[in-house]
């Protein structure tokens, strides 16, 4: 009977053990994107891009961002305080902004610290690979918008609707539609959830 009881309780610690051990391996697998980074990479036909994606990934595609009690709306009503405010790369201020400053600002008011560059802003958050998963507050990411060496190379916020604020190189701070079929739809890669990310 004791032999009977010992192998019970042994198997029900290996039984703990491999479900542990699952869970820290998806966990892991969750701080590179997981099942949600492979549906972004099958919803793309561009081999360039997917090789782009996968090096992003490898340097980092889910940092942790503490945002505290801040709540979405108050980073997007300062945000819209800079509606009409002229782009300047490098800017953070009303005089002049770029599409990383203005989310680095909005954030910054509230006293959440973010980089001056949208490639490295699209490292935060839990990845969205889909259009349909954006809710008020979610972070967009685009590519291909101007030449440069970096993957993500323009931001905004979006506000529901399919609609996000952002900072325009030709009309400044202003809304837009993120399925827009002239420009940002197809420049359009994925979002980020900052906000209840856990």
């Known amino acids: 009977m004791k032999n009977l009881i010992y192998l019970f309780l042994f198997s029900v610690l ?4 491999g479900k542990l051990a ?3 391996s998806s966990d892991k697998a969750a701080k590179k994107g997981g099942d949600a980074f492979q549906q972004l990479v099958q919803g793309i036909n561009d081999p360039g891009l997917k090789r782009s994606l996968e090096q992003f990934r490898k340097e980092g595609l889910e940092y942790d961002l503490n945002v505290g009690r801040i709540k979405p709306d108050q980073v997007i009503k300062t945000a819209q305080g800079y509606l009409g405010t002229k782009h300047k790369m490098g800017g953070l201020n009303k005089r002049g902004i770029d599409c990383s400053g203005l989310l680095m600002v909005s954030f910054g008011k509230h006293g959440v610290v973010l980089p001056h560059s949208s490639h490295e802003i699209a490292r935060y958050g839990v990845l969205l690979p889909d259009r349909k998963y954006l809710i008020r507050g979610d972070l967009v990411f685009f590519v291909d918008t101007y030449n440069s060496k970096d993957l993500i190379t323009h931001s905004g916020i979006y506000l529901g609707d399919g609609q996000f604020i952002h900072a325009s190189a030709s009309k400044g701070v202003m809304i837009s539609s993120v399925d827009d079929p002239y420009y940002w739809k197809n ?9 209840n990310a856990k």
Request: net charge positive; aromatic share 18%; hydrophobic share 40%.
């Open 187 to 195: 420049k359009y890669v994925f979002g980020k959830r900052v906000f």
């Open 22 to 24: 699952k869970s820290i």
């Open 14 to 17: 290996i039984s703990c053990q």
